[in-house]
């Protein structure tokens, strides 16, 4: 015969045993960013030797886009986001560049064979792309000033396209 005593600590058991499946459960679960999210911080110091952040990293809007050299996507849009960097830099865009290579060589001969004009940092353990949930690539964080993400772009984007800049610029 069961005490008054056991039924509470059978209870207790199940809670505690249900309280730990929903914390396993919620770590399980890769964390997705997507617009109007508060982009996850990082620091990262450039090749180029320039220190960004999400929320201080000098410019109006900071385009995060990741990519991988081995990715015909990423490879077919970076002269896009070459001239996109260019033209937009002056008001104030910032184009990061956030390579997933683990071959530090293929991702050296990448930019340069490309000349890529917008910073870059290689993330071989794919530590910044996993806080954002990037598990395929490119996938693209346009994120404000105050550090939250104003649009996501999943793919590859033209982005010289005159409708896609003007979208942009409004953003500025």
């Not at 997507?34 to 620091?43: I, L, M, T, W």
């Not at 290579?101 to 353990?125: A, C, G, M, Q």
């Not at 996993?130 to 964080?141: I, L, N």
Request: proline share 6%; aromatic share 12%; with cysteine.
């Amino acid at each position: 015969m069961k005490t008054h005593t056991d039924r509470i600590l059978a209870a207790a058991v199940a809670l505690l045993a249900v309280a730990l499946v929903w914390v396993v459960y919620g770590t399980l679960e890769p964390p997705v960013v997507n617009a109007g999210d508060k982009a996850p911080n990082f620091s990262i110091l450039t090749d180029r030797g320039r220190k960004i952040t999400p929320s201080d990293f000098g410019g109006k809007l900071l385009v995060l886009n990741f990519w991988a050299t081995w990715c015909a996507p990423c490879v077919e849009e970076v002269p896009s986001l070459n001239a996109f960097q260019r033209q937009l830099a002056p008001q104030g865009v910032v184009v990061l560049g956030v390579s997933v290579d683990v071959n530090e060589n293929n991702y050296k001969r990448f930019l340069d064979s490309f000349h890529i004009t917008f910073d870059t940092w290689r993330d071989p353990d794919a530590t910044i792309a996993s806080r954002y949930g990037t598990f395929e690539f490119p996938e693209t964080y346009i994120i404000d000033s105050s550090g939250k993400v104003v649009e996501k772009i999943i793919s590859n984007q033209n982005w010289t396209d005159p409708e896609f800049v003007a979208h942009i610029q409004k953003m500025l």
